[in-house]
């Protein structure tokens, strides 16, 4: 089955760097774009990065785009997020996804906690 186990999360403060992973099995990997999300408390869970199949191509939202960078290693089967200059409003748990047959698979999540 499909599993996403999400690590690198802690407490930073503003202006910080966190490296987050997250290793998949249970699928062809290298077939599928790989998103992360991030939700804050009593937010909506938000788009943060999409990474394509081969890592060629890769999306960010409004928010992140210049301080986060996405990539993936397919040989390893993990997707990343290099975060860079954090900001309090970055604090949220991030979740990292994957789409296949209509089906959304997520992770259990790690926590970012941006804070002086």
């Known amino acids: 089955q499909v599993q996403l186990v999400e690590s690198g999360g802690g407490l930073v403060q503003p202006g910080g760097s966190l490296r987050l992973s997250c290793a998949a099995s249970g699928f062809p990997f290298s077939l599928y774009a790989m998103t992360w999300y991030r939700q804050a408390p009593g937010k909506e869970r938000e788009l943060v990065a999409t990474?394509?199949?081969?890592?060629?191509?890769?999306t960010y939202a409004d928010s992140v785009k210049g301080r986060f960078t996405g990539s993936r290693d397919n040989v390893k089967r993990t997707v990343y997020l290099q975060m860079n200059s954090l900001k309090p409003e970055d604090t949220a748990v991030y979740f990292c996804n994957v789409k296949r047959y209509d089906s959304n698979y997520w992770g259990q999540g790690t926590q970012v906690t941006v804070s002086s």
């Open positions: 990474i394509t199949s081969g890592g060629g191509m890769i």
